[in-house]
């Protein structure tokens, strides 16, 4: 039974990443754009363009969370997006309250710990990472030289 788990294990991971990135752009979308349910400003408008730190942490999340969908620089955006959330439970949530549970900061410490266990643990299956991995000049190298020598 372990064993077919282990072999799963990419795959898991993959769709993790990419859950993940989806339900992070959704939200980054969301709060730029006010669709998929975002809420929108008093003024008709979405978040105002550079404004600290909504507008930048909205971007922040479109961007890295289709990163990470997708699996390209999977752990670079996962680092980004993490300390993005990481701020914003400490800046935003905690001072209002110790527990996430009290100061409504649960989903910015999900996200934290989620995107910093990609850190990681890398991209998994189903990613662009792993498809510039496989077709890297140094791996098409030894295909290249097994091929002259068969020959």
């Known amino acids: 039974m372990s064993a077919r788990l282990n072999t799963a ?3 898991a991971l993959g ?10 752009a959704c939200h980054g979308a969301a709060s730029l754009f006010g669709i998929l349910g975002g809420a929108v400003g008093t003024d008709g408008g979405t978040v105002d363009t550079g404004t600290w730190p909504g507008w930048y942490a909205a971007a922040i999340q479109l961007v890295c969370g289709v990163l990470v969908l997708v699996g390209l620089g999977t752990r670079a ?5 993490s300390g993005s959330m990481a701020y914003a439970y400490f800046k935003v949530h905690q001072p209002g309250a110790l527990w996430p549970l009290e100061n409504g900061g649960e989903p910015s410490a999900m996200f934290c710990w989620a995107f910093l266990l990609l850190v990681f643990t890398g ?3 189903l990613s662009v990472d792993r498809l510039i991995t496989r077709r890297s000049p140094a791996q098409r190298e030894p295909a290249a030289q097994q091929a002259t020598a068969a020959a």
């Open 9 to 11: 294990q990419p795959y």
């Open 123 to 125: 991209s998994g299956a």
């Open 77 to 81: 955006a996962a680092f980004l997006a």
């Open 15 to 24: 769709l993790f990443r990419i859950v993940v990135g989806l339900l992070f």
